[in-house]
C-alpha cells in the first residue's frame, strides 16, 4: 500500500538533461494533474466561475452601482438590485443556451439548445483531438491550425469539384481529416524524428496555418469568386452538412459526427492497441520503450490522428455553419478547444459535455448581452475561471475545505523553541490535525 | 553528544510511518538502526534531520528538548546527515562543496577560500581521509565522495552524524574504510547513527542495533545477535536467507554474447567488448558496483540502448538488427533495474501492466482491438500464482507495493514461454519475504531449462543465486569465476583487480566484513 512512500521522499534525479528536461518533466507533471482532477473539482470550478462572474455583472452594472451608493441608507436595495441583476443575466444566459420560456412561438424556445449543439460540434471534434494528446503526455496548442487546415481543404473540395450527392460531402470532409492530419502530422514527424517540442512546433504551426489561408484567400484560382473579397465561394449544396430540422435552425449533422468520434475516441484510447500504446507513451515513455512500443511511432501517430480530428472539425463547422471560408474560420475554436479538452479532463465523454457546456456559454452569452446589457465578455471570464480552477485543485480544494487527498497536510512553519515548548506545540498541532481547534481542547478540558 | 528520541510519532494522514519511536544513541556510540524498506527508517532520520516535524513526541539532545524548523537547525544543533543518494554538485572542488552553505567569508563578504580549503585539509588530515581539497566532484570514486560529504558535516561540528545507507554505492574494500572511519570518529566521541537493511554490516559495526518494523520498534539487539535472528525480528518471521537450490544442470549454451561494445551519447565507452556464454539451465551473475556498464549490458540485450559493434545470439538467432518487440517476441524475458521508471506505468491497472509487453499479440488482441476479459482473466490468474497481494486486477499498480508490483513484472515476464531471462537488480528495494520468493521464482526458470543473466550490485544476491559470476569493471569483464567464489575476490575484482590477482591478494588480507562471512552462523 502506501507503506514505501513516506519512507522514499523524492529525491530529485540529476539527469544530464538539464533545466529544459526539468521543465519538461513539470509540464508532463502539471498536465497530469490536469486531466486526473476529480469531476468533483470540475463541478466546484463550474461554480465558482458562477459566483466570480456574478461579482464582475454586479461590479459593471449601473443600477448595481446606484444602490451602492446609498448602500448604508438602504442596503435592502442593494442586496435587492445585485439579486434581480444576476438572476435576470443568468436566466438569460440559461435561456440563451437551453430553452427560452419567453420566447414567442415554440420553434423559438427550442432555438437555443439547437444554437448550443451547433456551436458544440466543432469544439467537441477539436476538443477530442486535443483530448488524444494530452493523453499520450502531449500538448498540441496547434489546434487552432489544424482547424484552418481542415476548413481550407473541406471548403476547396467543397465548392472547387462538382461530385455527385453523398461523395461530395464524404470527400470534402475527409479532405479536412487530410488537411489536420497533415498539419497536426508535421509536428507529431519532428517531434518523432527529432524531438522537437510540440508545444512551440504547433504554436508556429498556427501562425503558418493563418498566413497560408489569407494568401491563398488573395489567389484567384483559390477562391474562384471573380470579386477581390478574401473570401471564397460557398461550398456546393452537396457539400454541405444537411440541416437536421429544416429552415429556422442551424442545427446539421455535424452533430452525429461530434457522436460518433465521441464513441471512436472512446475505442481508441480505451479498447485498442494504438490507445494503449498512447496512453503508455503518455504515462511513462520509458516503460513503453522497454515495453517494446515504437515510441517515436506512436508520438507521430498521436499528433497525426489529433490533428486530424480538429481538422474535421473545422471542416464540419465550415461544412455544416460558415460555408464559405474567410480569414476568421477558426475564430477562437481551437484554443476554446483546448480548455474544452482539459474541462473534460481529457476523457472523450468528458469533453463532450464541455464541449456543450462550452457551446451553451457561447449561445446564451449572446441573448445575456441583447436582453440585459450584460457584456459577452462575461463568458470568457466564466471559461477562464473554471480552467484556472480546474488546473489548481488544491485553490478549489481551499474554497471549500476540502481535504487533500494526498493525505500529506502541509504543516505549519513553526519556530524553533529551546525549552519544553516543543512539546505542547506537538500536541496542540495534533489536536487541530485531529479537526478540534486549539479552543476546542481547552473547552474540553473545561467541561470534563 | 547524546542524542534521545521519545515516543516520535509520524504520520501521513491514516498512515502512520513511525509510531512511538524510542531510540538513545550514548556519545561515541555507533548506534545501527536496522530494518526492512519501508519500515520508516528514513523518515525518523528525516525529522531528526528537521526535515518532517513529529506529530507527536520529542528530540533531546544531551537531555535538551530541542526543535528544528529544516535541515539549518539540525546542523546548528550539530547534527550531520550524510544522504544515500550524495547531494553533491559534480562540477565544484572538494572546498567548494564542502564550504557550500555555510561559507566563511572575509571584509566585504568575499567567500574565505584558503580558511575553507585549510579546514578541509585539517579534517582530512585528523581522520587520515586522503582527499585532495582541489579534486573536482564528479573525477572521485563515489567511497571519496562519501568522504566529502563525511567531511562536510565534520566541518559543520557535527556531534551526531547519521548515515543513510551508506555502503549501498561501495565495494566491500571500500566498505571496509568507510567501518575504519566511523571507527575512528567514534573514539573522538562523536555518536554514529547507521541506518541499514543489510545485516551483515550491522553485526560488523555497531555496538548497539535497534530494530523497527512497520514504523515501531520492535527489539534491541547485540551484534552477538546471528544474522537469521536480526532478519527474524525484521521481518517479524523466520526467514531462510539463502536459497536452496540444486546444483545447476547446464545444457547447450543457450544465450551468448561477443564483443559488445556501446557507446554513450557523449562518446564514452560504456561497454567494452564484453563477451559471454550462458547455458540453458544456468543462472549467470553479473556483479559490480553500480555504474560499470551493467545497465549498459541489460539495455543492450534488449535493443533500447544501440551497439556499436558485437553480437547478440539466442538459440542461434542474431538479435542485433531487432528491435526491441521483436526481440520480445523472440523470448526475452526482461526484468529492468528501475521498476518505477522502465517497469510499470504507475497510472495504469494492474491488469494493464500485466500485458505492458503483449498488449498486441495472441490471446491478449487480435492486433487492432484489445480483449479486456482475457486479459484480467490471465493477470488473476498469473497474479495469484505469483502471489501478489491486491484488491482487484482493475486497481491502479500504484496502489501496491514495491515487492507486489515486482512480482506483477516477474509474473508478466515469466507467464509466456521465454527462452532467455534478463533481470537487473531483481530485487533492489524488496523486503525480505519478496526477495525470498523472488530468488526461488528465478531459480525455477533456471530449472526449467532457461538461461538465466542477472544483474546484481548486492553481492549478497550474486552469492545466493548464481552459478557462475562475471563481475564488471568500466564497462568490461574482468572474469567469470564459480558461484561461491570469496567475497574478498569479488570484492577486489570489483575495484579492477583481475581474478588471478585477486586471489592472492585476498589470502593476505581479509575485509572485516569477509571474516564476518568465513565467521558467521546463518
Not at chain 1, 190 to 201: D, H, M, Q
Not at chain 2, 37 to 64: F, H, R, V, W
Not at chain 2, 312 to 327: A, C, F, N, P, Y
Request: proline share 4%.
Amino acid at each position: 500500500m502506501s507503506e514505501k512512500k513516506p519512507d522514499t521522499p523524492e529525491t530529485p534525479a540529476t539527469s544530464p538533461g538539464g533545466a529544459l528536461k526539468e521543465a519538461e518533466s513539470r509540464l508532463h507533471y502539471a498536465l497530469r494533474q490536469l486531466s486526473q482532477a476529480s469531476w468533483v473539482i470540475t463541478v466546484l470550478a463550474i461554480v465558482v466561475a458562477l459566483v466570480v462572474g456574478a461579482v464582475l455583472i454586479l461590479a459593471t452594472n449601473p443600477q448595481v452601482q446606484a444602490t451602492a451608493g446609498y448602500f448604508f441608507a438602504r442596503p435592502g436595495d442593494f442586496f435587492l438590485t445585485s439579486f434581480e441583476v444576476i438572476r435576470d443575466a443568468y436566466s438569460a444566459l440559461f435561456r440563451g443556451a437551453v430553452y427560452d420560456w419567453q420566447a414567442a412561438t415554440g420553434q423559438r424556445s427550442i432555438r437555443p439548445i439547437t444554437e448550443t449543439l451547433v456551436n458544440a460540434v466543432p469544439l467537441i471534434l477539436a476538443g477530442l483531438g486535443i483530448a488524444i494528446g494530452f493523453r499520450s503526455g502531449m500538448l498540441n496548442i496547434g489546434g487552432q491550425g489544424q482547424m484552418i487546415l481542415g476548413a481550407t481543404f473541406g471548403a476547396f473540395i467543397g465548392y472547387a469539384f462538382s461530385l455527385p450527392l453523398g461523395a461530395h460531402l464524404l470527400l470534402a470532409l475527409l479532405g479536412g481529416v487530410l488537411g489536420g492530419a497533415i498539419w497536426g502530422g508535421i509536428a507529431g514527424v519532428l517531434k518523432a524524428k527529432t524531438g522537437a517540442n510540440e508545444v512551440i512546433v504547433t504554436i508556429m504551426l498556427n501562425n503558418i496555418a493563418l498566413y497560408l489561408l489569407a494568401w491563398l484567400l488573395r489567389q484567384q484560382w483559390f477562391v474562384q469568386t471573380g470579386s477581390n473579397q478574401p473570401i471564397t465561394a460557398p461550398v456546393d449544396e452537396s457539400a454541405r452538412l444537411f440541416g437536421l430540422l429544416g429552415s429556422g435552425f442551424r442545427l446539421h449533422a455535424g452533430i452525429f459526427i461530434a457522436i460518433a468520434a465521441t464513441v471512436f475516441v472512446w475505442w481508441l484510447l480505451e479498447r485498442s492497441t494504438l490507445g494503449f500504446e498512447f496512453r503508455a507513451i503518455g504515462e511513462n515513455p520509458e516503460a513503453a520503450r522497454t515495453a517494446g512500443i515504437n515510441v517515436p511511432k506512436a508520438t507521430a501517430l498521436v499528433l497525426i490522428i489529433g490533428g486530424a480530428l480538429c481538422g474535421l472539425g473545422g471542416a464540419a463547422h465550415l461544412l455544416g455553419t460558415e460555408y464559405r471560408l474567410a480569414a476568421g474560420i477558426a475564430g477562437t475554436l481551437g484554443f476554446d478547444a483546448i480548455t474544452v479538452a482539459l474541462l473534460g479532463r481529457s476523457r472523450p465523454l468528458g469533453t463532450f459535455l464541455a464541449g456543450l457546456l462550452f457551446g451553451g456559454l457561447r449561445a446564451g452569452g449572446v441573448l445575456m448581452q441583447t436582453q440585459t446589457g450584460t457584456p459577452v465578455d462575461i463568458v470568457l471570464v466564466l471559461q477562464s475561471v473554471i480552467v484556472l480552477l480546474i488546473a489548481a485543485p488544491p485553490l478549489v480544494r481551499a474554497i471549500f475545505f476540502l481535504p487533500n487527498p494526498d493525505g500529506s497536510p502541509r504543516r505549519k512553519r513553526r519556530r524553533r523553541s529551546k525549552n519544553g515548548e516543543a512539546g505542547s506545540d506537538g500536541q496542540r498541532e495534533l489536536a487541530e490535525s485531529r479537526g478540534g481547534s486549539a479552543a476546542g481542547a481547552n473547552t474540553r478540558e473545561v467541561t470534563s | 553528544m547524546k542524542l534521545q528520541l521519545t515516543g516520535v510519532t509520524k504520520r501521513f494522514g491514516a498512515f502512520t510511518a513511525n509510531d512511538q519511536i524510542d531510540l538513545t544513541v550514548e556519545p561515541g556510540e555507533i548506534h545501527a538502526l536496522l530494518g526492512e524498506n519501508g519500515a520508516g527508517k528514513s523518515t525518523l532520520m528525516n525529522i531528526i534531520y528537521g526535515l518532517y516535524s513529529p506529530n507527536e513526541g520529542q528530540i533531546l539532545l544531551d537531555d535538551e528538548p530541542v526543535s528544528f524548523d529544516g535541515p539549518g537547525d539540525a546542523v546548528e544543533a550539530g547534527i550531520g546527515m550524510v544522504h544515500q543518494h550524495f547531494m553533491l554538485i559534480p562540477v565544484f572542488n572538494v572546498t567548494e562543496s564542502v564550504m557550500l552553505g555555510f561559507e566563511p567569508t572575509k571584509a566585504a563578504g568575499l567567500i574565505d577560500f584558503a580558511q575553507a580549503r585549510r579546514r578541509v585539509e585539517e579534517i582530512s588530515a585528523r581522520f587520515g581521509f586522503d582527499v585532495d581539497p582541489d579534486a573536482m566532484i564528479e573525477e572521485l570514486p563515489v567511497g571519496a565522495q562519501q568522504r566529502v560529504e563525511i567531511i562536510k558535516a565534520l566541518s559543520r561540528d557535527a556531534r551526531v552524524l547519521i548515515l543513510d545507507e551508506p555502503t549501498a554505492v561501495l565495494t566491500p574494500q571500500e566498505t571496509d574504510e568507510l567501518i575504519d572511519i566511523m571507527r575512528q570518529l567514534k573514539e573522538a566521541g562523536t555518536s554514529i547513527l547507521f541506518i541499514t537493511h543489510k545485516l551483515r554490516e550491522v553485526r560488523a559495526i555497531a555496538d548497539r542495533i535497534t530494530v523497527i518494523r512497520r514504523g515501531k520498534v520492535v527489539g534491541e539487539a547485540t551484534p552477538e545477535s546471528t544474522e537469521t535472528e536480526l532478519a527474524s525480528l525484521m521481518v517479524g518471521r523466520e526467514v531462510s536467507l539463502t536459497t536452496e537450490k540444486e546444483p545447476a544442470q547446464p545444457g547447450q549454451t543457450g544465450f551468448s554474447v561477443k564483443d559488445l561494445t556501446v557507446i554513450s551519447s557523449s562518446g564514452k565507452v560504456m561497454l567494452d567488448k564484453v563477451s559471454m556464454e550462458i547455458a540453458r539451465g544456468e543462472i549467470l551473475c553479473v556483479a559490480g558496483v553500480d555504474g560499470n556498464g551493467q545497465t549498459e549490458l541489460a539495455e543492450a540485450i534488449l535493443g533500447i540502448r544501440e551497439a556499436v559493434t558485437g553480437t547478440i545470439t539466442l538459440d542461434g538467432t542474431d538479435l542485433r538488427r531487432m528491435s526491441v518487440k521483436e526481440r520480445l517476441n523472440a523470448g526475452i524475458g526482461f526484468v529492468p533495474e528501475d521498476r518505477s521508471t522502465d517497469g510499470v506505468i504507475a497510472g495504469f491497472s494492474i491488469t494493464e501492466n500485466f500485458v505492458l509487453d503483449q498488449y498486441d499479440q495472441q490471446p491478449y488482441s487480435n492486433g487492432i482491438s484489445m480483449k479486456h476479459d482475457v486479459m484480467r482473466a490471465a493477470a488473476a490468474e498469473q497474479t495469484s500464482r505469483f502471489d501478489v497481494r491486491l484488491g482487484t486486477v482493475d486497481d491502479p499498480i500504484s496502489t501496491l507495493s514495491g515487492g507486489n508490483q515486482q512480482k506483477v513484472v516477474l509474473a508478466r515476464e515469466m507467464s509466456r514461454d521465454i527462452r532467455l531471462f534478463v533481470a537487473s537488480q531483481p530485487t533492489r528495494g524488496l523486503d525480505v519475504g519478496s526477495i525470498e520468493f523472488v530468488h526461488r521464482t528465478i531459480i525455477e526458470e533456471r530449472d526449467n531449462g532457461t538461461p538465466c543473466l542477472i544483474i546484481s550490485t548486492e553481492l549478497d544476491e550474486a552469492l545466493n543465486l548464481a552459478d557462475r559470476i562475471a563481475v564488471m569493471y568500466r564497462g568490461k569483464i574482468i572474469g567469470i569465476v564459480p558461484g561461491g567464489t570469496d567475497r574478498d575476490v569479488l570484492g577486489l575484482m570489483m575495484a579492477g583487480v583481475p581474478a588471478d590477482e585477486a586471489q592472492v591478494q585476498a589470502q593476505d588480507h581479509h575485509t572485516i566484513l569477509g571474516e564476518a562471512d568465513t565467521g558467521a552462523e546463518v
